[in-house]
């Protein structure tokens, strides 16, 4: 079974400082994605990297930047971490396709900022 | 812009009855659709993915129709059971994704 592993699934943290959400696949899939759930919002796209160094924006990439140094491991960063980014963040990955593979998620990130 | 609708509200159906969700959309054209299923505190997981030039798509208890003049998919889930009771997403895209909002579904002993 493939499976996406999240570092913490509960975090809190303090405004302004700098938050790194850790995510790791074992199925050497190609793509992966960040993304973030709010109730009412759904799941919004943070980035997603579709290869080790290459990324892309999704569409709220505001206040984050993301690593991807190899293909198994996709980091999420808050420069600077204000109390809006408080939410469940929650990491994919797939192998590569037109909308034709399914993601796999792992079991998300719930952070506070404080 | 892209859109993807689907009921807010939480359904309530009895145990053994056919649950139906539905996903509208709007200003797109995808090729694909999938749904997936996410329990509290946890991520969603794939259930079926159906693709623009099929009606319907089967898998156990599930069943997925998508129709492209309506823009729409329904989920259909037969024989409900209690730990059917979730929250069900249905996502279009490319090579990236669009998540709906879920509905929440209750199946009732």
């Known amino acids: 079974d493939v499976k996406v592993t999240q570092s913490s699934r509960y975090l809190v943290k303090r405004t302004g400082e700098k938050v790194f959400l850790e995510c790791v696949q074992d199925?050497?899939?190609?793509?992966m994605f960040w993304y973030r759930q709010d109730p009412g919002l759904g799941l919004r796209l943070i980035y997603f990297?579709?290869?080790?160094?290459?990324?892309e924006k999704g569409d709220i990439p505001e206040g984050y930047s993301v690593s991807r140094e190899k293909k198994e491991r996709f980091s999420l960063i808050l420069e600077s971490a204000s109390t809006n980014q408080t939410s469940m963040y929650l990491c994919?990955?797939?192998?590569?396709?037109?909308?034709?593979?399914?993601?796999?998620f792992g079991d998300g990130t719930r952070l506070s900022i404080l | 812009s892209q859109k993807i609708e689907q009921n807010s509200e939480a359904l309530n159906i009895q145990e053994g009855k056919t649950a139906t969700l539905t996903c509208n959309y709007t200003n797109y054209s995808p090729a694909y659709l999938q749904w997936y299923r996410q329990d509290p505190g946890r991520g969603p997981v794939f259930l079926l993915l159906?693709?623009?030039?099929?009606k319907e798509k089967r898998k156990e208890r599930l069943k997925v129709t998508f129709d492209t003049t309506l823009k729409q998919s329904l989920f259909h889930i037969t024989a409900s059971q209690p730990a059917d009771s979730a929250t069900y997403l249905c996502a279009l895209g490319t090579y990236k994704y669009i998540f709906g909002t879920g509905t929440r579904l209750k199946v009732l002993a």
């Open positions: 994919a990955s797939s192998f590569p396709g037109e909308g034709n593979q399914p993601q796999h």
């Open positions: 199925m050497d899939h190609e793509n």
């Open positions: 990297s579709y290869d080790v160094k290459m990324k």
């Open positions: 159906i693709r623009e030039n099929e």
